[in-house]
């Protein structure tokens, strides 16, 4: 099955700076990769999502790339804020798969 | 549109009793899956329903752990017999369509604390 590494597990940074989560999975079937966010005592949500006919998705602040000849994709958060501080998963999955297999959760804290 | 709703949101159990775990899916849903967090880790895949069926249960324990999502009501999430490696997080999300061809909602999810 698909197995997703995710690096690194804690990351702080000052607000305003850049953060940077990379995350790489096993199956090259996969085609779909979702990144969820997750705030303390909620459920994770949806933040970005990318499918494998792209190398990059941006929607404001938040960016992912991927590269399938390697096998890893990365989410980028830019002139990061105080509420920005979460855990972050990333994903994986495949067309027709009944599920997401997730990565093990990097928890960010940007300190004002 | 009232998102994917779980309860109870906490839940304490001895061992050996059940748990029962309730989820209704967003309006207009018609997939649900559950999926357990154990603390400081990623969310594990247990089971995938649609109305009246299991699609896939390839996560879930064989004993003591059942899911259902019947016609009428909430899905439903039970494990008998609890033992202190069932306190987790159980987060239950909804699609409109199957797996990754549309966006999974998730619940609050529901925290089980066996005693």
């Known amino acids: 099955g698909e197995n997703v590494e995710q690096h690194p597990s804690t990351l702080s940074v000052q607000e305003g700076d850049s953060a940077v989560i990379k995350c790489t999975y096993s199956?090259?079937?996969?085609?779909?990769f979702p990144w969820y966010k997750q705030e303390l005592g909620k459920g994770p949500q949806l933040i970005i999502d990318?499918?494998?006919?792209?190398g990059e998705k941006k929607d404001q602040r938040i960016a992912v790339t991927l590269n399938k000849t390697a096998k890893h994709f990365s989410l980028h958060i830019t002139e990061t804020q105080p509420e920005d501080s979460a855990v972050y998963f990333c994903a994986a999955s495949s067309t027709g798969a009944n599920n997401l297999f997730f990565g093990t959760g990097t928890r960010l804290t940007v300190i004002p | 549109n009232a998102g994917v709703m779980q309860n109870p949101r906490h839940l304490v159990r001895r061992r050996g009793q059940e748990a029962r775990l309730r989820c209704s899916p967003m309006k207009g849903h018609s997939h649900v899956y559950w999926y357990r967090q154990l603390p400081e880790e990623g969310l594990k895949f247990m089971v995938y329903l649609q109305k009246e069926n299991i699609i896939d249960e390839s996560g879930m324990p064989k004993e003591r752990f059942s899911a259902e999502f019947p016609k009428e009501g909430p899905s439903i999430l039970r494990i008998q017999q609890v033992v202190r490696g069932d306190s987790a997080a159980y987060f239950c999300a909804s699609s409109k369509g199957q797996g990754n061809t549309g966006e999974l909602f998730f619940g609050e999810g529901s925290r089980l604390t066996v005693l």
């Open positions: 990318i499918r494998s006919n792209v």
């Open positions: 199956d090259s079937a996969s085609n779909y």
